[in-house]
């Protein structure tokens, strides 16, 4: 989607840019905040000004504006993108570009730096695992819901600092809940008819993450009998399953951590292929060239 730098640049000098940001996140939606850190000579603006550009281009705050701030603007995009920060340079006493009457000369540098919404977990389960799970996810910077059917698990006594603890049947409560693009679901409930509910949900959101405990015989199992009611293949290419970085993990607590490195790779984005469902579609390869008797 292309947008308008000129109309973004409409800027609302009233509203508190921190707050913003606070309603940014709030709402679910990203940003990117440039700052001026260094200065040298004179410059349209000063050291520390701040402009917020919102995920639909606008912005709130200025830092001079010009082609700075136009390139700035780019540059807030594509990091909001990448959500990793980037530091910028201007000279503006040797690029003739910037020469355009809004600046006096000079050197600054911004950085620029991603605002995300937070990390929802979404753990449908609220047994041994779930129970690790959430705090140690918790430590990481997720903000955890727990979601189970039974009242003697889904309670604030086993999961006292939770964002939300929902007792409710799991489709009931999934109907309720918004699986976005900064939203991470782990299905750990007590059976395979369950975690087949919550997995048919799941894979139609939006999610960023989607895992489900379980063997390779009963992810085939659950994979197969969703794609009879439906459900295209593509759907289940994103799952992690089984769930969890490969660490030798036994006990629920190391599950549990093998988890949260699995959640953490995925939200820093992490560039190298992780060993994902590699041995389901290696499995897929070996059969399309196996040779026929």
């Not at 911004?110 to 977990?121: H, K, S, T």
């Not at 604030?156 to 679901?185: M, N, Q, W």
Request: net charge negative; glycine share 8%.
């Amino acid at each position: 989607m292309k947008f308008d730098v000129r109309c973004a640049g409409n800027h609302n000098q009233s509203m508190d840019l921190y707050e913003e940001i606070v309603r940014l996140r709030k709402d679910g939606r990203r940003g990117a905040v440039a700052t001026i850190v260094n200065v040298r000579g004179s410059i349209p603006s000063f050291k520390t000004a701040k402009m917020l550009v919102r995920d639909d281009g606008s912005i709130v705050g200025t830092i001079g504006g010009g082609c700075v701030e136009a390139e700035v603007w780019q540059a807030a995009r594509e990091v909001m993108e990448s959500e990793k920060p980037r530091t910028m340079t201007f000279d503006l006493n040797r690029d003739p570009k910037y020469d355009t009457g809004l600046v006096c000369g000079g050197t600054l540098e911004l950085f620029v730096e991603p605002i995300l919404p937070p990390a929802d977990l979404l753990i449908f389960g609220a047994g041994h695992v779930a129970t690790s799970l959430y705090k140690v996810a918790r430590i990481a910077g997720f903000d955890v819901t727990v979601i189970d059917d039974r009242e003697a698990y889904a309670n604030r006594e086993r999961f006292p600092d939770a964002h939300e603890v929902i007792c409710e049947d799991f489709e009931k409560a999934a109907a309720r809940l918004t699986a976005g693009e900064s939203s991470y679901i782990v299905i750990v409930t007590r059976g395979h008819r369950d975690d087949m509910r919550m997995l048919r949900w799941a894979v139609q959101t939006q999610a960023r993450y989607v895992g489900m405990i379980g063997s390779k015989r009963k992810t085939i199992t659950i994979f197969k009998e969703l794609q009879q009611e439906g459900l295209p293949a593509h759907l289940f290419e994103r799952v992690h399953a089984p769930i969890g970085l490969d660490i030798g993990a036994i006990t629920p607590e190391e599950i549990a951590v093998s988890i949260t490195a699995e959640l953490i790779a995925k939200r820093r984005k992490v560039e190298r292929d992780l060993p994902h469902m590699s041995w389901f579609h290696r499995g897929e390869r070996d059969a399309e060239v196996e040779p026929k008797a």
